[in-house]
């Protein structure tokens, strides 16, 4: 088998992460070297490569289900928002440029060619390429500069399938608006559809099905059901909004009470997938605060990443976040900093840079000044803390000092029960995370024991493979093989109002 496909989707948080993972998974176990691919993607949650390139963290999870190592070319183009008017373009895993949204308009021509060059490299090296698009192919407010949805798909020739969350409801009236806003040019592409997270039984659904057919000639390939405990390397935060706060831990405690951790909601919140790792210990119940007063019977507070430093450490002050975490490090109680987070519980923040504010003053827990400087560390450091290897990755522009009174920790340090590192990832060391753990419970008093045998890198396998299982017990896998080999089929009908009324035919 040799070709591609691009997995698109009606919105942001549909499932093309997951599906194209889970296509991945399908594909390796039968074989096949496959490869994923994401032209641009818009995400504050990003991976560091073992050559020191910085892509989104989906693409690093859509490597594992294939089987291989990332690199850059899987992502050739990284957004990450700053505010709400300014984006840090990462391309090739290196910082390239800060814009405005008006301003990034004038760079797609570059930016496509460097994915198309990245994707033709991937081709000649894999059998299949599976790409995923970026939010809805139908935002025909953006399609004369699209690099990743049917601008890609068009320069490609490469079959598309939409996949619908049916869960938020409207999936049919989403399918048909998607290719009716189209062109007929790029509704040419598109293939088929895939139905996401649906509870109940399927054949309930026939009669939509065949309207549907019937309608734009394309067939569903399948539906694929709902599963609980599919929330791993999230990609966006729609995603974590609607699976972070559900307050249930995974599994019971073996000890008699659960371990609580509340992390702080930040407005830029970044790199949340370091939260996994403990939402995947039994007895931990992980649950997003986005009020003060939701951290008060934590037994942990995390501070996590942010992409904007000084304005996420105003907000803490100015919803008075900053008060309770300050009062809870007088009294001993744990609280971890990760990045963004370690540079908040400073006590003095030098940001010429991010935020152009200058020096401003931390929360003053650690004995610690950052300052920023126009260069980024990516990095993947090991080190050791408990007695035991961790490893983690950087991706980070403030530079943290460290002064006296402090105890080294990993990335970081600590003074009490307040914890800083500027590295993500170190919880998945299972060691270093049990030995964690169980000091924040003793900090804590709390009667919690922490369960001797999870291996985060096992459950992350697992949930791999029950994506690659759903693929291949819920999908028509034989029309996937036919797209991926041959493409779009000819002849697919053209629907209004777009299509056939003269919209601008995008090159």
């Known amino acids: 088998m040799r070709g591609a496909l691009l997995v698109a989707g009606t919105s942001s948080d549909a499932g093309k992460s997951v599906l194209t993972a889970g296509l991945c998974r399908w594909l390796a176990r039968q074989g096949v070297r496959v490869a994923p691919f994401k032209a641009q993607n818009m995400s504050l949650n990003s991976f560091v490569t073992a050559d ?8 690093a999870m859509q490597a594992a289900a294939a089987g291989i190592e990332p690199d850059a070319r899987m992502n050739p183009v990284l957004l990450k928002p700053g505010s709400d008017t300014r984006t840090h ?38 059998d299949v390429v599976i790409c995923e698009g970026a939010g809805s192919p139908a935002e025909i407010n953006l399609r004369d500069t699209d690099i990743a949805n049917m601008g890609l798909a068009r320069a490609a020739n490469l079959p598309v399938v939409v996949v619908g969350d049916i869960d938020r ?20 592409l598109i293939s088929g559809f895939v139905i996401n997270k649906f509870r109940g039984d399927p054949s309930l659904l026939e009669p939509g099905l065949r309207m549907l057919r019937g309608l734009t000639g394309r067939p569903t390939l399948g539906v694929l059901p709902w599963r609980e405990g599919l929330a791993l390397d999230m990609e966006d935060s729609l995603a974590l909004d609607r699976a972070g706060g559900t307050g249930i831990a995974r599994e019971e405690s073996l000890g008699n009470e659960v371990l609580r951790v509340s992390v702080v909601r930040l407005p830029r919140i970044s790199n949340f997938t370091d939260l996994d790792a403990l939402a995947a210990e039994p007895g931990v119940l992980v649950r997003l605060a986005t009020a003060p ?46 990045c963004g987070g370690y540079q908040m519980l400073a006590r003095e923040i030098d940001d010429p840079v991010e935020s152009g504010a200058g020096v ?15 260069g980024k560390v990516l990095g993947r450091p090991t080190g050791s803390a408990y007695g035991g290897q ?12 460290v002064g006296p009174g402090a105890e080294p920790f990993p990335g970081g340090c600590r003074v009490a029960g307040v914890w800083g590192t500027t590295w993500h990832g170190t919880l998945e060391s299972d060691p270093f995370r049990r030995a964690f753990l169980t000091e924040v ?13 999870t291996d985060f890198a096992a459950v992350r396998q697992a949930r791999l493979d029950t994506l690659g299982d ?7 896998t034989g029309a996937l093989r036919a797209l991926i080999e041959h493409g779009a089929p000819p002849g697919l009908p053209v629907i209004p109002p777009a299509g056939p009324s003269g919209a601008p035919e995008m090159a």
Do not use: M
């Open 441 to 453: 419970a003793a900090l804590a008093g709390r009667d919690f024991t922490v369960a001797p045998g």
């Open 360 to 374: 401003v003053a931390g929360l003053g827990l650690l004995p610690v000044t950052v300052a920023f400087g126009p």
């Open 293 to 338: 007063a939701e951290l008060a019977d934590a037994d942990l507070v995390v501070i996590p990443g942010s992409r904007a430093t000084v304005a996420d450490l105003a907000w803490l002050r100015e919803r008075g976040f900053a008060a309770v975490i300050s009062g809870r490090a007088s009294k001993g109680l744990p609280i971890l900093g990760i």
């Open 470 to 476: 759903l693929v291949a017990d819920h999908l028509d």
């Open 52 to 59: 020191g390139a910085e892509i989104g963290r989906a693409q």
């Open 89 to 126: 373009v990462v391309v090739l895993g290196q910082p390239d440029s800060d814009v405005g949204a008006l301003e990034y308009r004038g760079h797609s021509g570059r930016l496509l060619s460097v994915a198309l060059d990245c994707l033709a490299q991937l081709r000649a090296e894999f």
């Open 169 to 188: 409801g409207g999936v049919f009236a989403s399918f048909f608006g998607t290719i009716a806003l189209l062109n007929s040019l790029d509704q040419a």
């Open 390 to 401: 961790v490893t983690g990755y950087e991706v980070h522009h403030g530079i943290a000092s």
